[in-house]
């Protein structure tokens, strides 16, 4: 729908979502992000040498930060949707400021892969329930848009987040801490700050809301509240997890999510080393903040490229393409990544890797809600993310393990790409199946379980 044909009651409602609730949440996410990833910046700047990793303990130790996440991200996703948004958010990031606050202190490999798998349980739920919240507060037609405008922290989170890591890693010496240490310490601080304070600032729902006058609560509540009466689900837990398992199109949407995790999580622990490498593949010498600038500058055209893309799929309506084609072109390209001549050609292909799975990642997140509502989304969403952090987990140690048996990254990227082709191959076939609403976003569209 066309911003001109939009009633006054409906631009002011959705525009104060966007300005009250998504940039909130996106530093949530941006927070989130950063805690789960900062062991890329740690390893290949200290951690490695000091606590004696070898690449596929460095592998496993990223990588199993997924077990926890996984065993209770259904669970999780379930207790928020039971007991609220804001109180269930606020808990997750208390939760794992806390644990990230014990990196400081870590001084084994065992104690590694205890903080992380701590770190996974204590995160668990909080991405699928981000989404479950703006997806509450929000009609299909504009949710492209919302959940566009969410997802620039991912990539935002390395824009800014590698140049910050790499200059605290720097400060050597600060606390007695070696830099790396001290990197942990500044970034899980903003986390139990920013929970506390989720817990005051949120609102469950539009009615809920003080920020909204009466007539945009009614419309956000009757829009919402007819859009659910078309989707399969169940306002119970039960009957919401039983629809969530019995339905195909979760179990293929969970298989699609996977290659497209498989490839942003292989990107995020590993580019770092990656251009470690360079130093000896090309004989080139980088500072820590060198390399982190460098790391930040794939995730830069990624967030252009995130936001227009979404911008197309809210404009055109969702059409299949707008998930397949970067989930192609990402797995063409990460492969061939790993055969450039130069670290500037490196970079660059690297960067169409990233703004191929930036552009896919929010529009994909559209079609569970296309399908199910109550507790059967807060499951399904779960379902899906889930198997995507399997994906973070494999990602990790598969990556790790297959550079240390073929000595070089180039068989554990062919991996990357041929996961990521399928995802791709996989949205078609669902979308020729009937089974994902496409064209027209005001179109109501209703398709079986």
């Known amino acids: 729908m066309d911003a001109t044909q939009q009633s006054p009651v409906e631009r002011s409602a959705i525009r104060k979502v966007a ?5 909130f949440v996106a530093l949530m996410f941006f927070i989130n992000y950063l805690d789960r990833t900062a062991i890329s910046f740690a390893g290949p700047n200290g951690m490695n040498d000091d606590l004696g990793l070898t690449a596929a303990q460095y592998g496993f130790a990223s990588g199993v930060f997924f077990v926890g996440y996984i065993l209770l991200e259904v669970p999780s996703n379930i207790a928020l949707h039971r007991f609220g948004a804001r109180k269930w958010l606020a808990r997750i990031m208390v939760s794992w400021g806390i644990v990230s606050l014990l990196f400081t202190w870590v001084d084994s490999v065992g104690g590694l892969y205890t903080l992380r798998l701590l770190l996974g349980i204590a995160e668990a739920g909080f991405f699928p ?3 479950l919240f703006l997806s509450l507060w929000v009609p299909a037609r504009h949710r492209s ?3 566009a405008l969410f997802y620039l922290a991912q990539p935002l989170t390395t824009v800014i987040g590698a140049p910050l890591a790499g200059a605290l890693i720097e400060q050597h010496g600060v606390f007695g801490l070696e830099g790396w240490r001290f990197m942990f310490l500044c970034v899980s601080v903003p986390a139990i700050l920013v929970g506390i304070a989720t817990w005051f600032y949120l609102s469950d729902r539009p009615a809920d809301a003080k920020w909204l006058t009466q007539a945009e609560k009614d419309w956000l509540t009757a829009e919402l509240e007819g859009e659910a009466k078309t989707k399969t689900g169940s306002g119970s837990h039960k009957g919401g997890v039983l629809a969530a398992l019995r339905s195909g199109r979760v179990w293929t949407l969970a298989l699609i999510y996977f290659g497209f995790i498989y490839g942003l999580y292989a990107l995020a622990f590993f580019l770092p080393t990656i251009i470690s490498g360079f130093e000896e593949d090309f004989g080139t010498t980088f500072t ?4 982190g600038l460098i790391t930040a500058i794939p995730y830069v055209p990624a967030a252009i490229v995130l936001y227009l893309w979404s911008r197309d799929a809210t ?5 299949t393409w707008h998930i397949a084609l970067p989930a192609l072109v990402g797995g063409v390209s990460v492969p061939i990544a790993l055969f450039m001549g130069s670290p500037a050609a490196t970079i660059v292909v690297i960067t169409i890797t990233a703004c191929a799975i930036f552009a896919a990642l929010p529009n994909f997140w559209t079609v569970p809600a296309q399908f199910l509502t109550g507790a059967a989304a807060a499951v399904g969403i779960a379902l ?3 198997f995507g952090n399997v994906a973070g987990f494999a990602a990790g140690y598969v990556t790790g393990f297959l550079n240390d048996a073929t000595g070089s990254y180039v068989l554990p990227m062919f991996v990357v790409g041929g996961l990521m082709v399928l995802s791709a191959v996989l949205m078609v076939a669902l979308a020729k199946r009937g089974r994902v609403q496409t064209g027209d976003p005001d179109e109501k569209a209703v398709t079986k379980a």
């Open 315 to 319: 404009r055109r309506g969702l059409q």
């Open 19 to 23: 300005v009250r609730l998504v940039p």
């Open 384 to 386: 899906i993310n889930t």
């Open 145 to 147: 848009k919302i959940l």
């Open 288 to 291: 820590v903040l060198e390399k």
């Open 129 to 131: 329930g981000a989404i």
